[in-house]
């Protein structure tokens, strides 16, 4: 009995070892090295792993935490460097978390699109449009799609972009 159980707990510790390792290898060490390649991106955390540990078709992108001296624009840049970093790699969706709770989510597509796009197309056009591509957790749009005027469009994108943040992670950091 006590034999059995000691090879139970080391095939726990092994396996749990290797999901670990898988996590760290494929994307949080790519991760690691966005964080450092860029001085700009210098007190965000940030975590990625597997949807649940062990779904590669789900990304969870979990922002950690960030300094009193980051901006909106910093946080969003990593991301879009985090983007361009695994453009080849191909997900279902990607999830948008805060301290380990998911507040958004994108599809994978659209993540591979804007990692493809970051080197050359224009951050604020990128920064308009990305909220109408965002899904609640349950899948319904979290933002419309404005039409109209270039000017009153372009306003009402950046009201989205802003409300976006406060409700991924702005909010809770002030409770």
């Known amino acids: 009995m006590k034999k059995s159980l000691i090879i139970i707990c ?21 991760m690691n090295d966005v964080l450092k390649g860029d001085p700009r991106n210098e007190g965000v955390e940030v975590s990625v792993h597997f949807g649940n540990y062990v779904n590669p078709s789900i990304l969870v992108y979990d922002l950690r935490s960030i300094s009193g001296t980051n901006s909106m624009a910093d946080v969003f840049r990593v991301f879009l460097q985090f983007a361009e970093k695994v453009q080849s790699k ?7 978390a805060f301290r380990g709770k998911t507040k958004f989510k994108i599809r994978g597509d659209y993540f591979q699109t804007l990692g493809k796009e970051y080197s050359w197309q224009n951050p604020v056009y990128t920064a308009r449009t990305f909220p109408e591509n965002l899904m609640n957790p349950d899948g319904s749009r979290a933002y419309p799609k404005w039409t109209g ?10 009201e989205d972009f ?14």
Do not use: C, P
């Open 10 to 30: 080391a095939f726990v510790l092994v396996v749990t070892i290797g999901i670990y390792g898988f996590n760290y290898f494929r994307l949080q060490s790519q």
């Open 90 to 96: 191909k997900f279902d969706v990607v999830e948008l």
């Open 149 to 158: 005027g270039w000017l009153g469009v372009a306003g009402k994108q950046m």
């Open 162 to 175: 802003n409300d976006f943040h406060k409700k991924w992670y702005l909010e809770d950091m002030v409770k």
